[in-house]
Structures are given as C-alpha cells and as structure tokens.
C-alpha cells in the first residue's frame, strides 16, 4: 500500500482531533486538509483556514459546501493567525508547506513567515494538541524553508513541546516531511 505525506499526516491528526474542537488549517490551499478536519470535529467543531490566494480560498468554500460543510476562511498569512484566537483555545493546527500544485511557484509558503506562524500556533494550540507539517523540498523551491524550520524547532523547548521528524527513507529525490508537534 502507498502512504503519502498526507494520509500519513490526517492518520496522526485522527489520534487528536475529536467531535467539537477547534482547529485551524494554516495553509488552505485545495482544501484537502480542510475537509478532512471538519469530517473529525463534525458539526459542533470549526475549522478556520489561511492562505494568501483569494483562488484556494473560493476552491475550498466550494469543495466544503459539496460535502455539505462551511468552514471560516481568512484571505491573510497564517503569520497573522494569533490575531483571530484566544491563545490555547485550538486542538489542532495543519500546516501543508510549499505552492499549489499546478499554481504559482513564487506564491509558496516562506521560511521567515511559516515560522512566525509557528510561533503564533505554539500560543494558540491547547495542551495535548497538535501541530502538524507537510514540509516539501525539491526543484526550485522548499530546500531553504525546510532547513530554517527544522533548525527552528531543534531549540524548542523540550520540557514544554514534543517535536517528532518522520522520514520516508528510502525514497530519492528529497521525499517530503512530516513533522508534529505536541504541547505537553
Ligand atoms: N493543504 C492544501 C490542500 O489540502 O490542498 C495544500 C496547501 S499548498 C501545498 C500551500 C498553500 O499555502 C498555497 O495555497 C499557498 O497559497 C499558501 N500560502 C503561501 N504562503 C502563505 C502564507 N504566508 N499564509 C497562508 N497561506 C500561504
């Protein structure tokens, strides 16, 4: 069976993630991530999603209304995110770096950015929440961020946050990363 970065993230985040919390999709994108948070905190939960692309945001209020689903979606940086929630009031945080798939390479998510997002998440998530990463590296893009943030979350502090790197091995070509966090 293939595992992608993906069904590997949404697996995790389902151990987390329960009817009536509160999370945030960070980077909206298709909506994907989206979709599947709002299937896990059902109709007493809200999700809430970020991106920078007017575009991603009208794909996933369509794709969420097929199912059935409305979501709050915001047209910011996931860097202002701390400006729209009570500090440890979210269960969980997606985070799917990089650019849209067939969009504009130079609209991908930036180190400098993702981490003051990072840091704003740290505030926002509940104890025993999670953060979770889709980090992508490859082609033209990805190989800066990957390593500002992985530097990043080397020095957080282990008493307060769990931080776990997961690898796919044996892949070639700079396979994607998932990363969590967890707030003890
Ligand atoms: N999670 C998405 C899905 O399920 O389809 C895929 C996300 S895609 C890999 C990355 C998205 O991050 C792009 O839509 C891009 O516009 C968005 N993005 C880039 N910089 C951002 C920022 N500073 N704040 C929020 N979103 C950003």
């Given at each position: 069976m293939r595992i992608s970065i993906v069904d590997w993230t949404h697996q995790f985040l389902?151990?987390?993630?329960?009817?009536?919390?509160?999370?945030?999709?960070?980077?909206?994108?298709?909506?994907?991530?989206?979709?599947?948070?709002?299937?896990?905190?059902?109709?007493?939960?809200?999700?809430?999603g970020f991106d920078i692309q007017q575009m991603a945001l009208d794909h996933t209020r369509e794709?969420?209304?097929?199912?059935?689903?409305?979501g709050n979606l915001y047209l910011d940086s996931h860097?202002?995110?701390?400006?729209?929630?009570?500090?440890?009031?979210?269960?969980?945080?997606?985070?799917?770096?990089?650019?849209l798939p067939g969009g504009d390479h130079?609209?991908?998510?930036?180190?400098?950015s993702t981490i003051q997002a990072i840091e704003e998440s740290l505030l926002l998530l509940k104890r025993g929440g999670v953060i979770s990463?889709?980090?992508?590296?490859?082609?033209?893009?990805?190989?800066?961020?990957?390593?500002?943030?992985?530097?990043?979350?080397?020095?957080?502090?282990?008493?307060?946050?769990?931080?776990?790197?997961?690898?796919f091995y044996n892949k070639p070509n700079h396979p994607p990363m998932p990363v969590f966090i967890i707030k003890n």
């Open positions: 389902k151990q987390y993630v329960k009817e009536g919390d509160h999370c945030i999709d960070a980077t909206v994108g298709n909506g994907g991530d989206m979709l599947y948070l709002k299937q896990l905190v059902k109709d007493t939960g809200t999700v809430s794709k969420l209304a097929a199912h059935g689903f409305t860097a202002n995110m701390g400006q729209y929630f009570e500090k440890e009031s979210i269960a969980a945080i997606v985070f799917n770096l990089g650019y130079k609209l991908a998510t930036k180190a400098e990463l889709c980090i992508y590296s490859g082609g033209d893009s990805g190989f800066e961020e990957k390593d500002a943030v992985l530097s990043y979350l080397k020095g957080l502090d282990h008493k307060k946050y769990l931080v776990i790197t997961n690898e």
